[in-house]
């Protein structure tokens, strides 16, 4: 009797250590600590809102390589709606995570309907953001009116085909 209650107790540890582990995965989060807080808005052509436009394009033209590079800027503003302005001194760092799928070799993977695209983020200068690469630092003179200046591009990733492209990013700013 002893042995079959010892025997219970170590399939019942066993099943229970079992299940502690079989249900597990990654939470991401994302803040900022910061000396001045803004609400953040995209900003295209002097539109303000959360979709930046990378144009229509035909399969040549993406396979080419030869999409055009689009600015476009994080504007910040105070509660009162004034800029929020980078003070001489200062700067202020931006990350961005993936929202939708996940950075691949190009950029921000496409989660819509065209195969082989991707999104390619870039800071002020052209640099690539990756996964190794996700914040930027700007000082005062980068971040005229509170915007902070981006660029994005619709790249191919192989072969592509048509159809549609959809990416997201989250970001963070931290003024310090």
Avoid at 23 to 44: A, H, P, R
Avoid at 79 to 101: I, L, N, Q, R, Y
Avoid at 121 to 145: C, H, I, Q, W
């Amino acid at each position: 009797m002893k042995t079959k209650m010892t025997l219970a107790a170590v399939l019942l540890g066993a099943l229970v250590s079992s299940s502690a582990f079989a249900n597990t995965g990654t939470i991401n989060f994302i803040g900022s600590v910061s000396d001045t807080t803004c609400d953040f808005v995209g900003e295209q052509n002097g539109a303000q809102g959360n979709t930046i436009d990378l144009g229509t394009h035909t399969v040549d033209v993406v396979n080419a390589g030869t999409t055009p590079v689009i600015d476009f800027a994080l504007v910040g503003k105070k509660s009162d709606g004034t800029a929020c302005e980078v003070e001489d001194g200062k700067s202020v760092d931006v990350s961005w995570v993936p929202a939708s799928g996940a950075w691949d070799a190009m950029g921000l993977q496409n989660t819509g309907t065209a195969t082989n695209t991707a999104v390619k983020l870039m800071d002020k200068t052209g640099k690539e953001f990756s996964a190794v690469r996700d914040t930027v630092n700007y000082v005062p003179a980068d971040a005229v009116g509170g915007a902070l200046p981006f660029k994005a591009q619709l790249v191919k990733s192989g072969v592509a085909t048509a159809g549609t492209v959809i990416s997201a990013a989250k970001f963070a700013v931290a003024y310090k």
